[in-house]
């Protein structure tokens, strides 16, 4: 039986423990600083903020490029003799990264490439989901692993709160950015990803106490998440006030299973410090 690997983008922002523990492997996506080029995950996330602070210019990212995913991919291969591999990447309706994986696996056999259309935890939360799928049935088909992994695509759901608007303004990933004209207004923007694009969708007044908590009530309340586990992602400088208010309101509807996953570089260059958002599954 030949063994199965799945593996992803940095930009899921997966946790290391997790990645570890079902052995996804993780291709870095790139940070541009000054100039110079950081593979996601080798920049700690404070040094972009600390940057922007000192220069009040926000880092741009790039994608993995083709022969990086050829390498990553040849890699696996010598890891794992002879073995399947499945990506399930970073939507393809914000970055080119799927498409230069779907360029660079056309040197390869037996891969299999799914557009999750979804970043950090939604993205995170497909690839999880496969992962323990893999592990309780290790004997699946990888047609039908593939199958499965593509039907829960559209059920991830992510809705996030960016910490800073000017990153998110800066990184142009926003569809309907002309909308968001709140920074005046003290309006703080709920962004959601709509087949596979980043939209602004509500807008929330008033502290992000108060906009977070009507966030996950909004999101509780419009999507039938699957109990069993959800997603809470934060970027570095979140009070921590407002942790433990969002797991007492999601324990209090029935999440036993909370897991946060902290932005890394790739996704806090586009949402900025303190951000906030919340990912799961519908059943």
């Known amino acids: 039986m030949r063994k199965i690997i799945l593996s992803t983008e940095s930009g899921a922002d997966l946790p290391d423990d997790l990645a570890e523990k079902y052995e996804v492997q993780v291709v870095p996506m790139h940070i541009i600083m000054d100039g110079k080029d950081y593979l996601d995950g080798s920049l700690p996330v404070q040094d972009i903020y600390d ?144 087949n596979g694009k980043l939209v602004s969708t509500k807008k929330y007044r008033g502290k992000m106490s108060r906009a977070t908590e009507k966030l996950l009530n909004d999101y509780l309340n419009e999507f039938n998440i699957d109990r069993q586990q959800l997603y809470f992602i934060y970027s570095i400088g979140l009070d921590e006030r407002i942790k433990q208010r969002m797991e007492e309101v999601a324990k209090g509807n029935g999440f036993q299973n909370i897991r946060w996953i902290q932005a890394g570089g790739m996704i806090s260059t586009h949402s900025g410090a303190g951000g906030f958002g919340v990912a799961g599954l519908e059943q």
């Open 51 to 194: 940057y922007y602070r000192r220069t009040k210019k926000i880092p741009s990212t790039t994608s993995t490029n083709a022969h990086e995913y050829q390498e990553f991919f040849a890699t696996i291969r010598d890891n794992f003799p002879n073995c399947i591999i499945i990506h399930v990447g970073y939507t393809s309706k914000a970055s080119s990264s799927f498409q230069n994986a779907v360029i660079a696996a056309e040197e390869f056999e037996d891969i299999f490439l799914i557009d999750a259309l979804n970043v950090t935890g939604g993205l995170a939360a497909i690839v999880l989901y496969a992962a323990d799928l893999l592990e309780k049935e290790p004997g699946i088909e990888p047609e039908r692993l593939v199958e499965k992994i593509q039907a829960i695509v559209p059920k991830s759901r992510l809705a996030f709160i960016p910490g800073n608007l000017e990153f998110l303004k800066a990184g142009g990933r926003v569809s309907n950015m002309a909308s968001l004209i709140g920074a005046l207004l003290k309006i703080k923007p709920c962004i959601e990803l709509k």
